[in-house]
């Protein structure tokens, strides 16, 4: 099965900096790659999200960019602020988009911890 | 939108007892996906459940757990005889798309502790 490791598991930056977290994946038949913002004992949340045939995406200060090939991705985030501080969870599965062969789960990365210090 | 609801929040059983966790989709929302997240741990997919149906159930343990999505009501995650590894958080995911996990929104998750 598929899996997905993420680095770093601790994050710490000054407010304003940049925070750039990467994951790798195993299974080259995985097609879409989402990340997740949680807080603490909060629900995961939705942040950016990319498929494998696009190979950056951006949303105001955050980012994420994939190299299909090295099987990685990577979630940027610019001008970091005190309410950035979370968890932030990468994941990847193999969609379904026809009758075809695919998955049902998201196989989570086991998260980092970003500290922004204001 | 009331969102993706889950209850309880926290749940403390007894080793040997029962819980029940219930999960109430988004409405408009036909598939739940089931997820359980150990501390300092990603979440690990359990099971993914239509209205009467389950679809993929590959991440479910073979025995005291079982989940169910009626026709009427919310989807239920039961586990019997818990034991103390049965605590974690767990989290209910819906979907209006069937076999793809965009627009996945998840609820607040339910803690449980087994003493």
Redesign the interface.
């Known amino acids: 099965g598929e899996n ?1 490791e ?1 680095h770093p598991s601790t994050l710490s930056v000054q407010e304003g900096d940049s925070a750039v977290i990467k994951c790798t994946y195993s299974d080259s038949a995985s097609n ?1 790659f ?1 990340w ?1 913002k949680q807080e603490l004992g ?5 942040i950016i ?1 990319i498929r494998s045939n696009v190979g950056e995406k951006k949303d105001q200060r955050i980012a994420v960019t994939l190299n299909k090939t090295a099987k990685h991705f990577s979630l940027h985030i610019t001008e970091t602020q005190p309410e950035d501080s979370a968890v932030y ?1 990468c ?1 990847a ?1 193999k ?3 026809d009758s075809g062969a ?10 980092t911890k970003l500290s922004v210090i204001p | 939108n009331a969102g ?1 609801m889950q209850n309880p929040r926290h749940l403390v059983r007894r080793r040997g007892q029962e819980a029940r966790l219930r999960c109430s989709p988004m409405k408009g929302h036909s598939h739940v ?1 089931w ?1 359980r997240q150990l501390p ?6 359990m099971v ?1 459940l239509q209205k009467e149906n389950i ?2 159930e ?2 479910m343990p073979k025995e005291r757990f079982s989940a169910e999505f009626p026709k009427e009501g919310p989807s239920i995650l039961r586990i019997q005889q818990v034991v103390r590894g049965d605590s974690a958080a767990y ?1 209910c995911a819906s979907s209006p798309l ?5 627009k ?6 339910t803690q449980l502790s087994v003493l």
């Open positions: 997905v993420q879409y989402p997740y909060k629900r995961p949340q939705l999200d969870f994941a599965s969609d379904r988009f695919g998955s049902y789960q998201l196989t989570f990365g086991k998260g | 993706v996906y997820y300092e741990e990603g979440l690990k997919f993914y679809i993929d590959s991440g989290f069937a076999g793809r996990n965009e996945l929104f998840f609820g607040s998750g």
